[in-house]
C-alpha cells in the first residue's frame, strides 16, 4: 500500500467500540463526581458551590479557548492547523452541555456572590452604586448571552466545516474566514464580561481593567494544551498516525510557549500596576492572597505558569517529542485549575490553603461530562476536516528548524 493511500484511508478511521468505551468510562466519572458533589451539596453547601465554581470555570475556559483557535486560525488562514481543526471545532461544539451544568451556579448565587442578598447591599453604598449591573436578573440575562454567543459560533463553524467534508466546496473557507473576525470581536467582549460576572464580582469592591485578558491568556493556554493531549492520545490509538505529524505537536508547544509568556506579561502587568497605584479598592485582591498558606500558593502559580514552561518548551528538541509535550500539556492544565482556584478560593477559605474532597469530585463530575460528550461527538465524523483546500499543507507541514 502506497504512502498516499495510507494517509487518504487514515483520514477517514472513526474510533467505534474502543472511543465509545472511552466515552463511557468519561460518563461513568462524570457520574459518580457529580454523585459525589450532590452528596457535599448537602452536608456543605458553601465548599460545594466554590468547589463547583472552580471546576466549572476551569472546563469552561478550556472549551471557550478551543473556539478561539478555531476562528483565529481561520482570521489567520492558517494550513498548519488544518489537521488540528477539527478536534477544537468537536470541542468548542461541547458547549451546549456546559449550558447545563451552568445551572447549580445559578441555585448557588446567594452562597458565592455578596452583592447577591438585598441586606448587604443596603448596608453597603459601593454595592449599591453597582447594583444596576450587579444584581441577580441582570446577571442571569447576561450569563444567558454568553451561552447564545459562544453556542451560536460553536454550532455555525462546525456545521460549515462538516458540510464542508461533504461537498469539498473551496467557498466555505473563505465564508468561515470573513464570519471569523466579528466572532472573535463577540467572543472577546462575551468572555471578559465572564471573567468579571463569575470571578471577579466574588470580591466586589475590587476591580481590574485588564481582568479579562488575564482570564482569556489562562483560556487559550489551557486549549493549546488539551489539543495537545488529545491529539497525541488519538495517534498512541492508532488513530490518525500519518495526519498528526512530529511538527504539529512542535507547533503545539510553540503556542503553549508563547502563551505562557503572554499569561506572565498580562498577570505581572496587573499585579505591578495595582501595587504602583496602592489603592486600598484595587489591592484588597493581593492582599488577602498574601494570607497565610495563600502566599507560597502565589509563588507556586508564578513558578508554575511560567517558569517551568519557559524553561522546559524553549528547545526545539523538547517540543518535537509528543511524550514531552503530552506532559507539559498536563502541567499546563493543572497549573490552570490552579490559576482559577486561586482566583474562587480565598473567599470560601480567607485564613489560608484548605483542600476538600469537593474540588476532586466536582472538577472529575464536570471534566468527565464535557470529555464524554467531546468523545461521543467525535464518532461517525471525519476527524480531520477532510474538505478543506489547505488539508494538503498540514499533511505536509515540515519545519526545517
Not at 60 to 74: A, K, P
Not at 150 to 165: G, N, P, V
Amino acid at each position: 500500500m502506497s504512502h498516499s493511500t495510507t494517509t487518504t484511508h487514515d483520514l477517514f478511521i472513526v474510533p467505534a467500540e474502543r472511543w465509545g468505551a472511552t466515552r463511557n468510562v468519561f460518563a461513568a466519572l462524570g457520574g459518580l463526581g457529580l454523585v459525589g458533589g450532590i452528596v457535599g451539596f448537602v452536608t456543605d453547601r458553601g465548599q460545594f458551590f466554590h468547589s463547583y465554581l472552580t471546576a466549572f470555570v476551569f472546563v469552561l475556559t478550556v472549551c471557550l479557548g478551543l473556539l478561539f483557535f478555531v476562528m483565529v486560525q481561520h482570521v489567520a488562514r492558517a494550513g498548519w492547523s488544518v489537521a488540528l481543526r477539527r478536534l477544537a471545532e468537536v470541542g468548542a461544539a461541547c458547549v451546549p452541555v456546559l449550558a447545563l451544568l451552568f445551572l447549580p451556579i445559578l441555585a448557588g448565587m446567594g452562597d458565592l456572590f455578596e452583592w447577591a442578598h438585598r441586606d448587604a447591599v443596603s448596608h453597603d453604598p459601593l454595592l449599591q452604586h453597582k447594583e444596576a449591573y450587579l444584581n441577580p436578573a441582570f446577571f442571569i440575562i447576561r450569563a444567558a448571552i454568553y451561552f447564545l454567543v459562544w453556542i451560536l459560533l460553536a454550532r455555525y463553524f462546525l456545521r460549515r466545516s462538516l458540510s464542508q467534508d461533504a461537498d469539498r466546496d473551496p467557498m466555505t473557507t473563505v465564508r468561515l474566514q470573513r464570519r471569523a473576525a466579528p466572532g472573535i470581536v463577540l467572543f472577546a467582549f462575551t468572555l471578559t464580561f465572564m471573567g468579571f460576572d463569575w470571578l471577579m464580582s466574588l470580591s466586589p469592591h475590587w476591580y481590574s481593567t485588564i481582568f479579562g485578558v488575564y482570564v482569556f491568556s489562562g483560556s487559550a493556554l489551557s486549549s493549546f494544551a488539551f489539543l495537545a493531549l488529545a491529539s497525541i492520545s488519538l495517534r498512541r490509538a492508532g488513530h490518525l498516525r500519518h495526519t498528526f505529524r512530529t511538527d504539529h505537536f512542535q507547533d503545539l508547544g510553540r503556542w503553549m510557549f508563547a502563551f505562557s509568556i503572554f499569561w506572565t506579561y498580562i498577570a505581572f502587568s496587573q499585579y505591578f500596576l495595582i501595587w504602583y497605584g496602592n489603592l486600598p479598592e484595587e489591592t484588597i485582591y493581593y492582599v488577602n492572597r498574601s494570607v497565610g498558606t495563600w502566599g507560597k500558593g502565589g509563588l507556586f502559580l508564578a513558578v508554575g505558569h511560567f517558569a517551568v514552561p519557559f524553561v522546559l518548551l524553549m528547545s526545539r528538541w523538547t517540543k518535537r517529542r509528543p511524550g514531552f509535550v503530552a506532559g507539559m500539556a498536563v502541567w499546563i492544565l493543572l497549573i490552570h485549575y490552579w490559576d482559577i482556584y486561586f482566583m474562587v478560593m480565598p473567599k470560601a477559605h480567607p485564613e489560608g490553603i484548605r483542600f476538600h474532597w469537593l474540588d476532586a469530585a466536582c472538577l472529575v463530575g464536570v471534566a468527565g461530562v464535557f470529555l464524554a460528550v467531546f468523545a461521543h461527538r467525535l464518532r461517525g465524523r471525519a476527524l480531520v476536516p477532510v474538505g478543506d483546500p489547505r488539508l494538503p499543507e498540514s499533511l505536509a507541514l515540515e519545519h526545517l528548524y
